[in-house]
């Protein structure tokens, strides 16, 4: 593993997913009102982001980078260029996550989920509202399926929502209830084949379910609360998951059998929390992010290539 000195920072203490990477050896990392973009080859960080408020959540994807606030503030960045395509309070409360996807169409949308039991949805890039999607409680999480049929979500409860979508993105009905936890959900995420999505709760518990069967596939604990989870999107075949602080967890997403624990470790810290995790695009490396730096783990790729399983880091 190396450590690279760029410290992150949690604005609210359940919400941990401020770590993202969309190409090798950047990553992108929430320090106080700064957005940073951390180049890991040149050892530097540049600011893509300097906003008038702390971040809740924060998310890299599809040339943007999208920021969102306690106050329902969002930010919206064209990632190229840094023009700020939208800068707004949107109503409501806190902005507990972020998603983007592609809709079955091919348009580009954004997830808003906030405290005030809503999902909202923006296309991207004009910031147009499309929908707002009316939940029974604060929604802390969701994540389109890569074809764009299906949105999950979880929030202040045990239950995590299937939502059926339709074609052009603009409505999205209710279709199943999975409930496997005991406490609130915190995130969730699909596999690339998006043939099953993951969930993780604050007691601890990540349940992985067969969209077809919709039954699970593996259930796996944590001592702590588990905030973030991530699948790979390489060939590398990888869910991983990060408790509340200290432990990272990997988990081969081909037969969900094996799974190695990391304790992320830094010697000038007592306590370890983790900021959030994000993947290289080829699953050949793994961020997370900690107070005072980020590290970096490496994946045995060739190892994990070799079928039917091989080693996880």
């Known amino acids: 593993s190396r450590a690279a000195a760029q410290q992150t920072t949690i604005q609210h203490w359940q919400l941990r997913d401020l770590v993202q990477c969309e190409r090798a050896h950047e990553v992108h990392c929430v320090h106080n009102q700064q957005v940073v973009r951390y180049h890991g080859q040149k050892e530097e960080g540049v600011i893509v982001q300097d906003l008038k408020f702390c971040p809740t959540s924060m998310t890299v994807s599809h040339g943007y980078v999208v920021s969102g606030g306690s106050r329902s503030e969002l930010q919206v960045t064209r990632q190229e260029t840094g023009?700020?395509?939208?800068?707004?309070?949107?109503?409501?409360?806190?902005n507990n996550a972020l998603h983007v996807g592609h809709d079955q169409a091919g348009?580009?949308?954004?997830?808003?989920?906030?405290?005030?039991?809503?999902?909202?949805v923006?296309?991207?890039?004009?910031?147009?509202?499309?929908t707002t999607i009316n939940c029974a409680v604060p929604i802390n999480y969701c994540a389109l399926s890569p074809d764009g049929r299906s949105l999950a979500c979880v929030g202040d409860n045990n239950d995590v929502h299937l939502y059926r979508c339709s074609r052009n993105g603009e409505s999205y009905l209710k279709v199943?209830?999975?409930?496997?936890?005991r406490d609130h959900g915190m995130s969730v995420a699909w596999n690339p084949?998006?043939?099953c999505f993951a969930a993780a709760s604050q007691d601890g518990l990540v349940c992985v379910w067969?969209?077809?069967?919709?039954?699970?596939l593996a259930?796996?604990?944590?001592?702590?609360?588990?905030?973030?989870?991530?699948?790979?999107?390489g060939p590398v075949d990888l869910l991983a998951f990060a408790e509340h602080?200290?432990?990272?967890?990997?988990?081969?997403?081909?037969t969900f059998a094996s799974w190695q624990t990391i304790r992320v470790t830094s010697p000038e810290m007592d306590s370890n929390n983790i900021s959030g995790i994000a993947f290289f695009p080829d699953g050949s490396h793994i961020y997370a992010g900690l107070d005072d730096s980020i590290s970096l783990y490496e994946i045995d790729t060739g190892m994990r290539r070799s079928f039917p399983q091989g080693c996880l880091i």
């Open 107 to 120: 348009g580009l949308k954004l997830f808003v989920c906030n405290n005030d039991d809503t999902i909202k």
């Open 193 to 195: 084949s998006g043939s």
């Open 83 to 94: 023009e700020t395509l939208f800068s707004q309070l949107l109503g409501g409360n806190v």
């Open 122 to 130: 923006f296309n991207l890039p004009g910031m147009e509202l499309v």
């Open 176 to 181: 199943h209830r999975f409930s496997e936890a």
């Open 219 to 233: 259930k796996f604990s944590t001592c702590l609360a588990c905030r973030s989870l991530k699948f790979s999107r």
């Open 245 to 254: 602080e200290e432990n990272i967890h990997l988990v081969d997403a081909r």
């Open 210 to 216: 067969d969209l077809r069967s919709q039954k699970p």
